[in-house]
């Protein structure tokens, strides 16, 4: 149950989209459609952003949007904001039945 | 809106037992798969451990299997996590969250979570 890897950080500025990677393997990512990213601002629980790989709960900013190509699923964020400034994690369920998170990705707006 | 509250957190010596409670309200408990994952002070997040809605399946992660255990009592709406023969490295926020989807035959995400309780491993 290694953790899935993702960039220390990303950052961009106001605007801008940036898109985070998350790489895990055949077992995992790869083999499942069961992707989702989560955000978590500083002292807060995380907050559901993507499931399914790519469909945003209902409350969600259309900014946001998920992607997967083999074993590696992407997040993007489009037009970011200030407000996007936040860690963000993937997580897959796995061929064990368990669920696992990324590394995490802190994204910082210039 | 759905209400998750954890408590039971505490600081303990290495080798001790210890259980999280986590009380749930606004919503059917017993339709719903239920987790706790956990997160270590600056670090990521770490999945810990996930009970069927049906409470017939319970499966964990390495790091903790054969130490904690997930068991729930549908008529308090509380679900519980007994950590035995704990580590410093079992030091983190722990996190109670309801899967989202109900009557679900596997579990994916999350998308309801408690405020977390903080357990604190050290001698």
């Known amino acids: 149950q290694s953790a899935l890897t993702q960039p220390a950080s990303v950052s961009g500025s106001p605007g801008q989209s940036i898109t985070i990677s998350c790489t895990g393997t055949?077992?995992?990512?790869?083999?499942?459609?069961?992707v989702s990213w989560y955000q978590q601002h500083p002292g807060k629980a995380p907050k559901l952003m993507i499931c399914?790989?790519?469909n945003r709960p209902s409350g969600v900013s259309n900014r946001f949007s998920g992607s997967k190509s083999g074993n590696t699923a992407s997040l993007t964020i489009s037009g970011l904001q200030a407000e996007d400034e936040a860690d963000y994690y993937c997580?897959?369920?796995?061929?064990?039945?368990?669920?696992?998170f990324g590394t995490g990705t802190k994204v910082t707006v210039l | 809106q759905v209400q998750l509250v954890e408590s039971g957190g505490g600081v303990v010596q290495p080798g001790m037992s210890l259980r999280l409670s986590c009380a749930a309200s606004?919503?059917?408990?017993?339709?719903?798969?239920m987790h706790w994952v956990r997160q270590a002070p600056g670090k990521g997040l770490e999945w810990v451990a996930v009970?069927?809605?049906?409470?017939?399946?319970?499966y964990y992660a390495d790091s903790v299997k054969g130490r904690f255990t997930i068991s729930r009592d549908t008529s308090k709406n509380t679900l519980y996590l007994q950590m035995n023969s704990l580590r410093v490295d079992d030091t983190a926020v722990y996190y109670c969250?309801?899967?989202?989807?109900?009557?679900?035959?596997?579990?994916?995400?999350?998308?309801?979570w408690g405020q977390g309780t903080l357990v604190t491993v050290s001698s």
């Open positions: 969250a309801r899967d989202l989807r109900a009557w679900s035959s596997n579990w994916y995400y999350f998308d309801y």
């Open positions: 606004r919503f059917t408990f017993s339709n719903y798969a």
């Open positions: 009970l069927s809605y049906d409470g017939n399946n319970k």
């Open positions: 055949s077992s995992d990512v790869g083999g499942y459609n069961y």
């Open positions: 399914d790989v790519s």
């Open positions: 997580s897959s369920y796995t061929s064990s039945s368990t669920l696992v």
